[in-house]
């Protein structure tokens, strides 16, 4: 009867246990593919962005004088960001794409037709909504990799984090190539 | 037992015991009929009480021996009846009750509901289930005390506290601690958590205090009392309505379609009348700021926030209940290692063997542990233990485990 009371015992401790493993096992799986969402979502707007781009061209190209390399800049760009494939490398080619396109936002205020303009003022509008978007989603990635990375680093949630090979994440930071300002261009 | 029926059958028996006997069996059937009305829910009729005085007279007509056996048998009878009743009549019974009122009130509630259609189908619960899982329950608790004496039923207790704590709390109070808040304007498909002010779109009239808002949560409540005086509140009626509504922070608004909405935590207003308890929870436009965790979609190329239906959440609370939510949880995770510990340690105590001699103070584990895990062992041999029983004299207190 003892052993069997023992027994007993010894699997309500399994159980508490391994339904403990089980909680902490779905909560880091639930934060790493959280992660993995924040920066695809970020993805998407990039994605949008850059379909954007074409129907500028088009609108700018209307008015002649406009600067043709910036717009050449702009469509190579975004051919570079449709073919990249690195996280990475996506980012760079995003934020020269920023670049680019505030200077082409710029230059546009030498020119009071393009800026008359109704599908203009909408394409810019709406570019400049999903550059609000964006900057939102990646407070929102660095909020999601701090829940994350937090999340491992618990006791006893960084033991699983081991087994799991789940390591911290980084931040997206402001590169060094937005830190400088070179001014507006022409 | 053969002793106990000759000296029975050697026994004179006449009329004047016959009386005496009938007078003894009415009380033995008045204790019974309580048991059986009391314990065991079966109410027996008048005629309960002349079925024993009957049944000695027919025993004394067949052998006046038999009737003193059978008046003894049903006085032995009382003491199995009432512990068979308290343990496992009465208990099944209150579960079985209590779990056909469950059933009852959720089905009340289904079928009241002008947002049936919104709800989950209730989940019957089956009260025999129950009943084991309190025997189980019961017999684990009893069982880790003779196994283990008092460190059994307070490992018990902690190892429920702690699979307990998994069950508790509501979905949306667990995932907002691994969701970061969106902002409205850039709120991604998907799983979301957003926070804001509430904004109606097409108001509705609330029905306890007529307050302007965009939803309310009614019910209606039986009050009676219990045994002791005890307020009771039973659940007579339930009633939600809630429109589409926006909620808003400093960056743009997103429409909140409310089918399955759940309300966590929100101000309840109520009034009595007539032994029933009026209760609303109200979505109204305040300067308060809500925390919601739902699904953010697409609807007619908007944006819109709707049921999650992998997640099963559309839930919505002030960000106030979070914070408090938070804050209490940060205490309980500081505190509940040390309350462990101490639990645990309390128990090893209370369970060992503890004996004050001349020599010194000497622990020795519980009985199980030393004979069944070897860092526990006791080296001493039984011969050395019996003489160390043996000088217990010179003990000030010893308080030894059973042996």
Request: proline letters at 3%.
């Amino acid at each position: 009867m003892e052993n069997l009371l023992a027994l007993l015992i010894v699997v309500a401790l399994v159980v508490a246990l391994v339904g403990g493993a089980i909680a902490i096992y779905n909560r880091l799986v639930f934060l790493n593919n959280n992660t993995d969402k924040a920066f695809a979502n970020i993805d998407v707007l990039l994605k949008q962005r850059a379909d954007e781009i074409p129907n500028l061209i088009e609108v700018v190209k209307q008015h002649t004088g406009f600067e043709q390399s910036v717009l050449e800049k702009l469509t190579k760009l975004r051919t570079d960001f449709l073919n990249a494939t690195q996280s990475d490398e996506k980012v760079a080619i995003a934020n020269e794409t920023a670049g680019a396109l505030k200077t082409v936002f710029a230059v546009s205020e030498n020119y009071p037709e393009l800026q008359s303009s109704q599908a203009f003022n909408n394409l810019q509008n709406r570019v400049s909504g999903i550059e609000d978007a964006i900057a939102d989603r990646r407070e929102l990635f660095n909020e999601t990799v701090a829940l994350y990375n937090t999340g491992i680093q618990e006791f006893p949630n960084v033991i699983f984090a081991g087994m799991l090979r789940y390591n911290k994440r980084n931040f997206l930071q402001i590169t060094e190539q937005e830190k400088v300002y070179n001014g507006v261009k022409f | 037992m053969e002793d106990l029926y000759n000296s029975i059958m050697q026994q004179e028996v006449d009329a004047a015991l016959l009386i005496c006997a009938l007078v003894v069996s009415l009380i033995v059937a008045f204790f019974h009929y309580m048991i059986f009305t009391g314990l065991y829910k079966i109410n027996l009729g008048n005629f309960f009480f002349a079925v024993y005085p009957l049944l000695l007279v027919v025993l004394y007509f067949i052998q006046p021996q038999f009737m003193l056996i059978g008046i003894g048998g049903l006085f032995v009878l009382t003491f199995p009846m009432v512990l068979l009743g308290i343990i496992i009549i009465a208990p099944a019974l209150g579960i079985r009750e209590r779990v056909n009122y469950q059933n009852k009130q959720q089905e009340l509630a289904r079928i009241t509901n002008k947002n049936a259609q919104y709800l989950k189908p209730a989940k019957k619960k089956n009260w025999i289930w129950e009943l084991l899982k309190s025997l189980f329950f019961i017999a684990c608790f009893f069982g880790s005390f003779a196994v283990l004496g008092f460190f059994g039923p307070i490992l018990l207790i902690v190892l429920t506290a702690i699979i307990g704590k998994k069950r508790s709390g509501s979905s949306l109070m667990k995932l907002q601690k691994s969701l970061p808040t969106s902002k409205i304007r850039s709120v991604a498909m998907g799983l979301a958590e957003i926070q804001g002010k509430i904004i109606i779109d097409e108001a509705l009239t609330s029905r306890v205090k007529c307050k302007r808002c965009a939803g309310y949560y009614y019910l209606i409540q039986e009050i009676s009392h219990d045994d002791d005086g005890k307020e009771q509140l039973s659940t007579i009626h339930t009633d939600f309505l809630y429109n589409p509504f926006f909620l808003e922070d400093e960056t743009g608004r997103i429409k909140v379609i409310p089918d399955k909405l759940q309300l966590l935590h929100f101000s309840e207003y109520s009034y009595r009348s007539n032994g029933k308890k009026y209760t609303e929870y109200v979505l109204e436009e305040d300067d308060k700021l809500y925390l919601m965790i739902g699904k953010a979609s697409i609807e007619n190329n908007k944006p819109v926030f709707v049921y999650d239906e992998n997640k099963r959440i559309l839930s919505i609370t002030p960000t106030t209940a979070v914070e408090k939510h938070d804050q209490a949880m940060y205490y309980l995770s500081k505190a509940r290692p040390y309350i462990i510990a101490f639990l645990l340690w309390a128990a090893f105590i209370l369970s060992s063997d503890i004996r004050v001699t001349s020599s010194g103070v000497s622990v020795s584990p519980h009985r199980y542990l030393n004979k069944n895990f070897g860092i526990f062992k006791n080296n001493k041999s039984e011969k050395e233990e019996q003489v160390i029983n043996d000088n217990s004299d010179e003990a000030i207190y010893a308080e030894p485990v059973e042996n």
